[in-house]
């Protein structure tokens, strides 16, 4: 045997998968498609790296089973994933809504940590490698890949699959653990983009172009679930965090509602106004709220020209719908190569919660993306990937 398992995948679960097997003195060969190790992590929020969430829990993912995580979060806590950093003199610092960040630190020192400890403990890394061929026998696995010009073989007895989904393809995102998962008869949860940018078509099309680059904060919701945070107009149509965070919970056909002004009441608002001024125009109190562009695309709705004392009572049940019940039917999403994550893949149901494993292919593990497990914005996503790293590891 050439070492006690092959990682298939050198993104952040097989990497942490390697770390944790060299601690328990398990050898393992890590296998990249890319040109380099931890590729995904590198570009992650923009290169700094949001690479684990305080408040993380089972209740912020997506998966046809919501219980499927509670074992391996119980098993590698967010307390372990701060500390394990910290270990490595890299302290985390809270930017927003439980998002923890590298201080002082980046994307590429949280990949120079896994790649130090690689070498540490003898495990290799071999990247631009393609796996051609996977042979699953009684007691081991034999695998084919090439590198440059030349083919190799490979002998273990366990084999761990962690490369990731199908967001961003320019970046190496293949669709090789749905195809390995396929033939061999395990079920695949269908997969779609998350945390993605949504797209506006039509009669609408010039409305949300013209604000393009205009942020506002505020609930966006459906029947599902809400979230408040900003949203960003682009010349496509929304993005910022409140549409990605809404995107994956969104299906082709349905609408989303939008609360522009979440916190306060804007009939309220005009109310006081009347009181204070009520020669002030309907346009100069927007002022104060949103942006000018904001206020003037907002003319499409109301008399933003009328003082508020004039405002009617129908102008002021058309204020009150446009501001807090805004409704939005998008055409589509931006696709794989704008979204953060993959939603759906392999089906939890076909692995052991407390060690990934499968059920069906003895010796055979899947962890990371390519699990029908998809995390809210804001460090969730790494934070399955760290625990699911884990626990392939202590089983290998």
Same mark, same amino acid.
């Given at each position: 045997?050439?070492?006690?398992?092959?990682?298939?995948g050198?993104?952040?679960?097989?990497?942490?998968?390697?770390?944790?097997a060299?601690?328990l003195?398990k050898k393992?060969?890590?296998?990249?498609?890319g040109?380099?190790?931890?590729?995904?992590?590198l570009?992650?929020?923009?290169?700094?790296c949001?690479y684990?969430?305080?408040?993380? %829990?089972?209740d912020?993912f997506i998966?046809?089973?919501?219980?499927?995580?509670k074992s391996?979060?119980?098993?590698?806590?967010?307390?372990?994933?701060? %500390?394990?950093?910290?270990?490595?003199?890299?302290?985390?610092?809270?930017?927003?809504?439980g998002?923890?960040f590298?201080d002082?630190?980046?994307?590429?020192?949280?990949?120079?940590?896994?790649?130090?400890?690689?070498a540490?403990?003898?495990q290799e890394?071999?990247?631009?490698?393609?796996?051609?061929?996977v042979?699953?026998?009684?007691?081991?696995?034999t695998?084919?890949?090439?590198?440059?010009?030349?083919n190799?073989t490979?002998?273990?007895?366990?084999?761990v699959?962690?490369?990731?989904?199908?967001?961003?393809?320019?970046?190496g995102?293949?669709?090789f653990?749905?195809?390995?998962?396929r033939?061999?008869?395990l079920?695949?949860?269908?997969?779609?983009?998350?945390?993605?940018p949504?797209?506006?078509?039509g009669?609408?099309?010039d409305w949300?172009?013209?604000? %393009?680059?205009?942020?506002v904060?505020?609930?966006?919701?459906?029947?599902r679930?809400s979230?408040?945070?900003?949203?960003?107009?682009?010349?496509w149509?929304? %993005?910022?965090?409140?549409?990605?965070?809404?995107?994956?919970?969104w299906?082709?056909?349905?609408?989303?509602?939008?609360?522009l002004?979440?916190?306060q009441?804007?009939?309220?608002?005009?109310?006081?106004?009347?009181?204070?001024?009520?020669?002030?125009?309907?346009?100069?109190?927007f002022?104060?709220v949103?942006?000018?562009?904001?206020?003037?695309?907002?003319?499409?709705?109301?008399?933003?020209?009328?003082?508020?004392?004039?405002l009617?009572?129908?102008?002021l049940?058309?204020i009150?719908?446009t501001i807090?019940?805004f409704?939005?039917?998008p055409a589509?999403d931006?696709?794989?190569?704008?979204?953060?994550?993959?939603?759906?893949?392999?089906d939890?149901?076909?692995l052991s919660?407390k060690?990934?494993?499968?059920?069906?292919?003895?010796?055979?593990?899947?962890?990371?993306?390519?699990?029908?497990?998809?995390g809210?914005?804001?460090?969730?996503?790494f934070?399955?990937?760290?625990a699911s790293?884990?626990?392939i590891?202590?089983?290998?």
């Open positions: 045997m050439d070492a006690d398992a092959i990682i298939i050198a993104g952040a679960c097989g990497l942490m998968c390697a770390v944790q060299g601690y003195g393992v060969i890590l296998l990249e498609k040109s380099k190790a931890g590729a995904k992590i570009i992650s929020g923009g290169g700094r949001n684990t969430n305080l408040f993380a %829990s089972p912020q998966s046809n089973n919501k219980h499927f995580l391996a979060f119980s098993q590698w806590t967010v307390e372990d994933t701060v %500390s394990f950093f910290e270990t490595y003199d890299l302290k985390g610092k809270e930017k927003t809504l998002q923890l590298p002082q630190k980046n994307a590429k020192d949280i990949v120079d940590i896994f790649t130090s400890l690689c540490d403990f003898g890394i071999k990247c631009g490698v393609q796996v051609t061929e042979f699953l026998k009684e007691d081991a696995v695998l084919n890949y090439q590198l440059g010009d030349k190799y490979l002998e273990a007895p366990k084999l699959i962690a490369t990731g989904g199908l967001p961003i393809p320019k970046m995102a293949t669709d653990a749905l195809r390995f998962a033939k061999y008869g079920n695949v949860i269908e997969t779609a983009p998350a945390l993605v949504l797209t506006i078509t009669k609408d099309e949300y172009a013209a604000l %393009s680059g205009n942020s904060f505020c609930e966006v919701s459906n029947d679930i979230f408040e945070e900003n949203l960003l107009f682009t010349h149509g929304l %993005s910022g965090p409140a549409i990605l965070q809404i995107s994956s919970y299906r082709p056909g349905e609408s989303i509602n939008i609360n002004l979440p916190n009441d804007i009939l309220s608002l005009i109310e006081e106004e009347r009181k204070d001024n009520g020669k002030t125009l309907l346009s100069t109190l002022n104060r949103y942006t000018r562009k904001i206020t003037d695309a907002m003319r499409k709705f109301m008399p933003m020209d009328k003082t508020v004392a004039a009617n009572r129908a102008e049940d058309a009150h719908e807090h019940l409704k939005v039917k589509g931006k696709g794989y190569d704008k979204a953060e994550v993959m939603r759906g893949g392999i939890t149901n076909e919660s060690t990934l494993a499968s059920k069906k292919l003895p010796g055979v593990y899947f962890g990371g993306e390519c699990v029908d497990v998809t809210w914005l804001g460090g969730y996503n934070q399955w990937a760290w790293g884990f626990v590891a202590q089983d290998i």
